[in-house]
């Protein structure tokens, strides 16, 4: 199988996460303007392209930052020390899949007033976070890690007013991902 077509397919299998237009009205978010808006859709289309890499080089670079939280991932607690992870098909896999709902979730913020996944992915988001035992400082190693991902993906576009726009996306992102977390837990 090609790698486009294993790239298509981890595309296609992410779009099925994400809430599909409706009919209703369109709700702006006020927190997130216009400007952030653009910033944050002009890095998403340059990295589009090539998402499946830097979705890869956005999991390593949490692992550098973290290298403790590989036996979060219960599909890498097999892999071995000596396993190299940049050719590990189902870290490949899945940091396609969070990329992608990061910045796909971040491109819509403002036109839909709030993220945009839909509420049974949250819902499993918010329970397989609580049974890995994410912890709050987590969303910063991972915010980090996207942060140093992007600027390393744009240089040429990355400004301050850009990583604040996705510092902005990613927080509401994480916000309804820990509330999720906080309802799996009371469960």
Avoid at 37 to 47: F, G
Avoid at 77 to 87: I, K, M, Q, V, W
Wanted: one cysteine or more.
């Amino acid at each position: 199988m090609s790698s486009g077509n294993v790239e298509e397919q981890q595309a296609a299998a992410m779009e099925a996460t994400m809430e599909k237009p409706s009919d209703e009205p369109v709700v702006v978010n006020t927190s997130f303007s216009e400007e952030q808006e653009a910033l944050v859709l002009s890095a998403w289309d340059a990295m589009k392209a090539d998402s499946a890499a830097i979705a890869l080089k956005f999991f390593l670079r949490i692992f550098e930052i973290a290298p403790a939280a590989k036996p979060m991932f219960p599909f890498l607690r097999d892999a071995g020390d000596d396993a190299p992870l940049e050719s590990h098909p189902k870290l490949k896999a899945h940091a396609v899949t969070v990329f992608v709902m990061a910045c796909e979730s971040a491109t819509q913020l403002r036109k839909t007033g709030d993220v945009k996944v839909r509420e049974a992915t949250l819902r499993r988001l918010g329970a397989t976070h609580v049974k890995a035992g994410v912890a709050d400082a987590h969303f910063e190693v991972v915010k980090t890690a996207l942060l140093d991902t992007i600027e390393g993906a744009v240089p040429d576009i990355w400004t301050p007013e850009m990583k604040g726009a996705w510092e902005e996306a990613y927080d509401q992102l994480a916000a309804a991902i820990q509330e999720e977390m906080k309802l799996a837990a009371s469960a």
